[in-house]
């Protein structure tokens, strides 16, 4: 295993219910570190562009909807074995076979409105992250 960074974003529902702090608190609990964070307001064209990959699904207009109601935190986590460590974090996409422990078991209010998302995969991630970060905002 290796070190890897991972690309994270805490969600409206969440930044709503003022949950960033505690959410931040299971990645650093679980070994990943903040090295790069910001909060903003998506624009309907980045959250389109962002999920590009769920165009035909049928919650694609919703989800960008949602994306786009409130502020998000975007942020890039680094650790061993980091995207494995932060699903696992996360946990399922579907807060009712979510693992005890996990946010999404904790704070998700359904499956659009999970509170978080994560990386699935290294090619994703490096995707993810240069779609919202400059090398420079990469601060360690
Ligand atoms: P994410 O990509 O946000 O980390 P994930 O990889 O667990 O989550 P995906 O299948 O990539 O899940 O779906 C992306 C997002 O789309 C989900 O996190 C959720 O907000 C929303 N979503 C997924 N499935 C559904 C669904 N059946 N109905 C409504 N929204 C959904
Ligand atoms: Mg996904």
């Not at 969600?11 to 931040?24: E, F, S, V, W, Y």
């Not at 109601?69 to 076979?97: C, F, H, W, Y």
């Not at 659009?112 to 970060?133: L, M, Q, R």
């Amino acid at each position: 295993m290796a070190i890897e960074r991972t690309f994270s974003i805490i969600k409206p529902d969440a930044t709503k219910r003022n949950l960033t702090g505690k959410i931040i608190s299971k990645f650093e609990d679980a070994g990943l570190r903040i090295v790069a964070s910001k909060r903003i307001q998506m624009t309907k064209a980045q959250a389109e562009g962002f999920y590009a990959v769920h165009k035909e699904r049928p919650f694609y207009g919703d989800l960008c909807s949602f994306m786009t109601s409130g502020p998000v935190v975007v942020q890039v986590l680094e650790g061993e074995d980091g995207i494995a460590k932060n699903r696992e974090v996360m946990g399922a996409t579907n807060p009712a076979d979510a693992a005890a422990g996990t946010i999404r078991a904790e704070f998700a209010e359904s499956i659009e409105a999970n509170s978080v998302h994560g990386s699935d995969a290294p090619e994703t991630a490096a995707e993810e992250i240069k779609f919202f970060f400059t090398d420079d905002e990469l601060v360690g």
